[in-house]
């Protein structure tokens, strides 16, 4: 914190007051370095993952045997 900054001028902080709102409307994950340099959003990344369920989807019906 700054020196200019008094702790009492910012009141009583409340741990994880937003944690449970939070946590119900999101869900976060940690992406590796390597990983993480091909997307610069969480829409590029919500693109990509979407793309590969539904190629899996579709290969998956292409391979299932016919009964």
Do not use: C, W
């Amino acid at each position: 914190m700054r020196a200019h900054y008094n702790r009492d001028d910012l009141g009583k902080g409340v741990r994880g007051k937003y944690f449970k709102e939070f946590s119900e409307g999101h869900n976060l994950v940690l992406l590796q370095p390597e990983v993480a340099k091909f997307f610069p959003s969480e829409e590029a990344v919500n693109e990509a993952l979407l793309s590969l369920i539904k190629l899996a989807q579709t290969s998956t019906h292409l391979t299932k045997k016919s009964s």
